[in-house]
């Protein structure tokens, strides 16, 4: 009997030991509840105080970690991670291109990018030509021109070195359209153009001077208008005898102050089309430039816009320019056919 209790005693007490070893290693195991606020002391847990604190630090976002797949209170733990580290812009993006940006209306700023294998390609086309060649920014002035790389207003040149990237460029020229040729020249003289630029426009450097174009209709032809747009028909009446007419057709159409709306009792419904022409074209400030023979007077950059009534037929208009020392000329002649049906 004594043999049975004390065998029965210890199989209690490693029961017993085993329970406690399991309660000590859940103990162990089970994550730590966040606390919450005590009404009595005033103390906050760690989730409230974090939350609290990006109020006015802005600190790192915080990340969930959960236990399993299902979320409960008591297994939530918030961890803070570090931000992503900002990376320095790539010094190059294996690209051949040069950008022309304006920085006011006097300077431009380009920048550029050469591959290695663009550049082994000029060595082995042009062979010794190559390093006696001189790298270059030519600027051309492309105003009011369809640019094709031969065709520009003007052109300078800007001599560079082989280890520039970037390059601002007076142009002395506000109001132009301007772009750039990255390029060799060599030892003849000629020019090669490694990479073209955009085209970019520098703004004027005052007050505009275009208040309004040059109307080239005769008087005659504009009272004839004017009355038709009235309904006077195709007479041209001047003085005060064309104005009291228009007076008097204002009125009669109903077009006074009183109240009392007057009845029509006659329709005239009524279409009238016409045309006009603008011509407009550019050259050098100091020429002589006719057109049709009767001489202009150009803008201050060389440009000119002239606006004519178009009749039908044919209307043939020759422009002629002169340079200032008179040894160069060209003329361009429009031909406008119109036929009104």
Known sequence: ?????????????????????????????????????DPHKGTFSFQETAIANTKFSHSAPLEVRTKGAAVTSGNLL????????????????????????????????????????????????????????????????????????????????????????????????????????????????????????????????????????EWMIPDDMFARLYGMGFGLGKSSPVGGAWQERIKQGLFSSGISSSPVKKEIKERSFWLKVDCELIVYGATEPDAKVTVQGAPIKLRQDGTFTLRYYLPDGKQVIPVKAASADKLEERIITPTVIRETK
Request: net charge positive.
């Open 1 to 37: 009997m004594k043999k049975i209790l004390k065998k029965s005693k210890e199989v209690l007490i490693k029961a017993v030991s085993k329970i406690k070893s399991k309660l000590k290693l859940e103990k162990k195991s089970k994550p730590a509840k966040a606390l919450t606020k």
């Open 78 to 213: 918030l961890t803070g991670f570090a931000r992503p580290m900002p990376q320095e812009l790539p010094s190059s993006y294996d690209l051949d291109r040069i950008v022309l940006q304006v920085r006011d209306p006097h300077w431009l700023h380009a920048y550029w990018e050469l591959r290695a294998v663009t550049i082994d390609g000029l060595k082995a086309r042009l062979g010794d030509e190559f390093y006696r060649a001189g790298k270059v920014l030519r600027v051309y002035d492309v105003t009011n021109i369809i640019f094709n790389g031969s065709n520009a207003n003007r052109f300078f040149d800007i001599a560079i070195n082989d280890s520039a990237d970037s390059w601002y460029i007076n142009t002395a020229g506000p109001g132009r359209f301007w772009c750039v040729d990255l390029g060799l020249i060599l030892a003849d003289g000629s020019f090669i153009t490694i990479i073209r630029s955009n085209v970019v426009q520098t703004p004027l450097d005052g007050p505009s001077w275009v208040t309004d174009e």
